[in-house]
């Protein structure tokens, strides 16, 4: 019985590792369910907090979004708050209309 389950309990591990990733949130899905949103310092925010899935995903997203602002800043010679800055303010101008930006006032509809 044991050796039986070993057999079965195999292929259930891959064909999980294999469509784990199918079942992550998409950073599309999570602007249009109002998860997250575009932030002034060029990163993503989380706006409604207690989506641990939300919050991997934003976390994933700001890393690559820093590695390419420093890449960017080095090549540029310039300073990495400049670089978010503006990634920033395109982030926010090419968000589209319904999902999230943060502004002074704190999270707001575009």
């Given at each position: 019985m044991r050796r039986s389950l070993s057999w079965l309990a195999g292929p259930v591990i891959l064909w999980w590792a294999a469509l784990g990733p199918a079942f992550a949130l998409s950073l599309d899905e999570a602007k249009s369910k109002g998860l997250v949103g575009e932030k002034a310092n060029g990163y993503l925010g989380v706006v409604v907090p207690g989506s641990q899935e939300a919050q991997s995903l934003t976390n994933e997203v700001n890393q690559k979004r820093r590695q390419a602002?420093?890449?960017i800043a080095a090549r540029n010679r310039t300073q990495l708050e400049t670089v978010e800055a503006l990634a920033g303010e395109k982030a926010i101008q090419?968000?589209?209309?319904?999902?999230f930006v943060e502004g002074p006032g704190g999270w707001t509809r575009k």
């Open positions: 602002y420093q890449d090419n968000t589209k209309p319904g999902h």
